[in-house]
């Protein structure tokens, strides 16, 4: 696609702007839109960027190359692996080294928050409607592997009570679930 601006250059920023149900479509290439800048929000001669709009739409602080005064103590979080920062990690969206995650941990805390719903640990990737039966299979193959384990090794005993172990997960599983009470 071409700039509707110059008609010279591949439009690179595709704008779509819909006002009162009628929807208006701009493509215009990287030299045109710096022009009209002031039209489309952008700051000056920094351009878009999608790191920046990731970092505003998950309210991280704006980044901001400052200068350190000579008065003021510099007190930069890195990590001690890697020296990253939270602001070079903020601007490229992703951590130098597994170390990262406990140094930045209170500034990324908040952001998990925002981003699962209020959850920060990970419980897994079974929902929990088919989680219990799918559970339980897997514990009740377990048990029969380690049945035939003990067998093999002739610890009887051992395996009498795994035996029932198995029996006993095979009769909930098998039983009436809540909803058919």
Do not use: W
């Amino acid at each position: 696609m071409i700039c509707q601006d110059c008609n010279k250059r591949p439009a690179t920023l595709h704008f779509t702007k819909i006002v009162n149900g009628e929807k208006t479509e701009v493509h215009l290439c990287e030299h045109c839109a710096q022009e009209k800048s002031e039209i489309f929000m952008f700051s000056g001669t920094s351009g878009f960027s999608i790191d920046n709009l990731l970092a505003g739409l998950l309210h991280i602080e704006p980044l901001k190359e400052t200068k350190p005064n000579a008065f003021q103590a510099s007190e930069i979080l890195q990590c001690e692996n890697c020296k990253m920062t939270f602001t070079q990690f903020a601007k490229v969206g992703r951590f130098g080294c597994s170390n990262c995650y406990p140094t930045f941990e209170k500034q990324l805390t908040p952001i998990l928050k925002r981003l699962h719903s209020g959850n920060t640990s990970h419980t897994g990737k079974i929902p929990k409607r088919i989680g219990g039966t799918f559970h339980l299979r897997k514990e009740i193959e377990q048990l029969k592997q380690k049945l035939k384990e003990y067998i093999s090794q002739e610890e009887f005993e051992k395996a009498a009570v795994t035996r029932d172990q198995v029996r006993a997960l095979e009769k909930r599983l098998s039983g009436p679930s809540e909803g058919e009470l």
